[in-house]
């Protein structure tokens, strides 16, 4: 699978947006881009996975390049409750299902 | 739906006995179960995929002796830490994939469990 990075750590203010970049220059045409969260000694959370269009749902929004080489999480309108690791995993959608996660970003969301 | 447990959710033994984890699909049947290890500050570590009905696939570097992975059922899989010593204390979390779910689109088909947190004295 290909190899994401993502920055170390972020923050932002409670109720304001948080935009999460993430680099996969090296992804396959048929690699998809997974976001996970984990809350601090938690098991992760699934948010969003997109393949080149951008994706929306309840939680988040997933916004990918057009040549697909980077894309962004956007959290909204944060909370506190949103301050977790967040990975992003590009994986193939093959027999094995494997998710190999990265080191994530670590974000914390002020009062 | 798509609940995945784990029991226990913490585990404290002596040094060389054997510990088992179990990890439980709720409401979904699950052929594929994942086993994921995870050190203080660190991400999960992928250890080994477990398939219902045949021997679990090890990632490289993963003592297959070590840890011993059972799944017997469609919903349930195993993992147990044999002779467990200090540095095998850890967060052990496992995942489950939706045997019915399609791959791609917009579904998700895999879910993790809370994770079990095994220290070894």
């Known amino acids: 699978d290909a190899k994401t990075t993502q920055p170390p750590s972020m923050d932002c203010a409670e109720g304001r947006a948080a935009n999460l970049p993430c680099n996969h220059s090296?992804?396959?045409?048929?690699?998809?881009v997974y976001w996970y969260r984990q809350i601090h000694s938690q098991g992760p959370q699934y948010i969003i996975h997109?393949?080149?269009n951008n994706e929306t749902n309840e939680m988040a929004s997933l916004i990918i390049t057009e040549d697909r080489k980077s894309s962004t999480l956007i959290l909204p309108h944060a909370t506190l409750r949103d301050t977790a690791v967040y990975y992003c995993?590009?994986?193939?959608?093959?027999?094995?299902?494997?998710?190999?996660f990265g080191s994530g970003t670590r974000l914390l969301v002020r009062p | 739906g798509a609940v995945v447990s784990q029991h226990p959710s913490r585990v404290i033994c002596k040094s060389g006995t054997s510990v088992k984890i179990e990890c439980r699909s709720l409401?979904?049947?699950?052929?594929?179960m994942f086993w994921y290890r995870q050190f203080p500050k660190q991400s999960l570590m992928l250890m080994a995929t477990?398939?219902?009905?045949?021997?679990?696939?090890?990632e490289q570097g993963v003592e297959k002796d070590k840890f011993l992975i059972n799944h017997a059922s469609l919903t349930l899989s195993t993992l147990t830490v044999t002779s467990a010593h200090p540095e095998d204390s850890s967060f052990y979390i496992c995942?489950?994939?939706?045997?019915?779910?399609?791959?791609?689109?917009?579904?998700?088909?895999?879910?993790f469990g809370p994770g079990t947190r095994l220290t070894v004295l």
């Open positions: 995942s489950a994939r939706d045997l019915f779910a399609t791959s791609g689109g917009t579904y998700n088909e895999q879910f």
């Open positions: 090296t992804i396959s045409g048929n690699e998809y």
């Open positions: 997109g393949l080149k």
């Open positions: 995993i590009v994986r193939v959608m093959d027999s094995s299902y494997k998710l190999i």
């Open positions: 409401d979904f049947q699950a052929t594929t």
């Open positions: 477990s398939n219902e009905g045949s021997k679990a696939t090890y």
